[in-house]
C-alpha cells in the first residue's frame, strides 16, 4: 500500500487550500481512508475520515464546518478541502488508511502518507 500526499502550501489566514491523497496497492473501497495532522511540538491529531466504504464521514470538532473530505473512488484517491484556514491550522498533514471500519485514533492505522506541509500565515 502505498499514499501519496500533496497540495499543501503556505496561505494566509482565510484562504483555502485542498490536499490530495493518491492510493495504490489497495482495494479503495474496502479501506476506511482519512486525514491527520501534526503541530511542531504537539501529538498527531485526527482530523478527518470515510467509513470504510466511504458510507460515513467524520470530522474533528475544530474543523468541523470548514474542512470537507472526499474522494473520487476511480482515480482512488481522496481530497481535503480546507476553507477559512487559520494559523492553528499550520500542521504537517497526513494521509491514512486502515481495513479497519473506521478511524479514530492513530493506533487504527497500519498505512500512513509522507505527509504534506500546511502553513497559515495570520
Known amino acids: 500500500v502505498q499514499l501519496q500526499a500533496s497540495g499543501g502550501g503556505l496561505v494566509q489566514a482565510g484562504d483555502s487550500l485542498r490536499l490530495s491523497c493518491a492510493a495504490s496497492?489497495?482495494?479503495?473501497?474496502?479501506?476506511?481512508m482519512g486525514w491527520f495532522r501534526q503541530a511542531p511540538g504537539k501529538e498527531r491529531e485526527f482530523v478527518a475520515s470515510?467509513?470504510?466504504?466511504?458510507?460515513?464521514?467524520y470530522y474533528a470538532d475544530s474543523v468541523k464546518d470548514r474542512f470537507t473530505i472526499s474522494s473520487d473512488n476511480v482515480k482512488n484517491t481522496v481530497y481535503l478541502q480546507m476553507n477559512s484556514l487559520k494559523p492553528e491550522d499550520t500542521a504537517v498533514y497526513y494521509c491514512?488508511?486502515?481495513?479497519?471500519?473506521?478511524?479514530?485514533?492513530?493506533?487504527?492505522?497500519?498505512?500512513w502518507g509522507q505527509g504534506t506541509q500546511v502553513t497559515v500565515s495570520s
Open positions: 496497492g489497495l482495494t479503495f473501497l474496502r479501506y476506511a
Open positions: 491514512a488508511a486502515t481495513d479497519s471500519l473506521r478511524i479514530t485514533t492513530t493506533l487504527d492505522i497500519p498505512y
Open positions: 470515510f467509513s470504510r466504504g466511504g458510507f460515513r464521514t
